[in-house]
């Protein structure tokens, strides 16, 4: 037999203990030395990608800044059109990461102003509560800072090819012609690169020059570093 009981116990035998399920449940879980490898590992990817996102945070902050410039520079020209009177540009920092830019329907705005002060860069928008007549309450306060766009600095008014003076743009409304043609520049942090363009046909148009401060996506053809 292979086994036998006596009273409430059952006495196994030695030819029935091989049917006896293991109860001893095996170890689950990482060594230490398994741990440290896959610390490491993290380490080694983080390490890796970091840079990654360092580089796609800077252009992208740049290429943000060229597009809202250039739909400021647009709007402008079709505001001037459809107010029939001239709309005007102004940039009050040149070469510095800290910048502003104003549209407005009068010369030599201040983009520093608050719409209450002396000189505020504004659009007229008619509430019609008191149609034709222009008051405080209608003035739209339009102006980009480069807090928005961290890194990224606007230079213009000078020698290297960045020649659009502060006062000197705005847009004809009879044609929407620019009072001026020149570039405005701008560079982020790592020295990438992108070139407005405004014709005296008052079109815009972007580009990156060649080499380190090339940004992928936009045309290089003859567009010079500075």
């Keep these: ?11 196994l035998t030695p030819w029935n203990t091989a049917m006896v399920p293991m109860l001893v ?3 689950s879980g990482f060594t230490i030395t ?3 490898v896959i610390v490491a590992i993290v380490g080694l990817l983080v390490a890796l990608a970091v ?4 580089t796609f945070f800077d252009k992208r902050r740049l290429i ?34 800290s910048w502003k830019d104003g ?19 504004y659009l007229v928008i008619e509430c019609g509560v008191t149609t034709g007549t222009q008051q405080t309450e209608d003035w739209v306060l339009r102006v980009l800072s480069s807090i928005d766009y961290s890194g990224v600095s606007l230079i213009h ?25 020149g570039d405005i520049c701008l560079e982020s942090e790592n020295g990438r690169q992108l070139r407005l363009n405004v014709s005296l046909l008052g079109r815009v148009s972007v580009c990156s020059p060649t080499g380190a401060a090339y940004v992928s996506g936009y045309n290089s053809n003859g567009c010079t570093a500075w």
Excluded: M, W
């Design 34 to 36: 398994e741990l440290l």
């Design 157 to 181: 008014d000078t020698a290297a090819d960045c020649d659009i003076r502060t006062d000197d743009l705005a847009f004809d409304y009879v044609r929407g012609t620019a009072t001026v043609d």
């Design 103 to 121: 549209t407005s329907e009068t010369q030599n705005c201040d983009p520093d102003d608050a719409i209450t002060d002396v000189n505020p860069c």
């Design 1 to 11: 037999a292979d086994g036998f009981a006596t009273g409430c116990r059952v006495i």
């Design 51 to 54: 840079p990654s996102f360092g």
């Design 64 to 97: 943000v800044a060229a597009e809202a410039i250039y739909s400021e520079i647009q709007l402008a020209r079709s505001e001037s059109i459809a107010r029939s009177r001239d709309i005007f540009l102004e940039f009050d920092t040149n070469g510095s990461t």
């Design 25 to 27: 449940k095996p170890h």
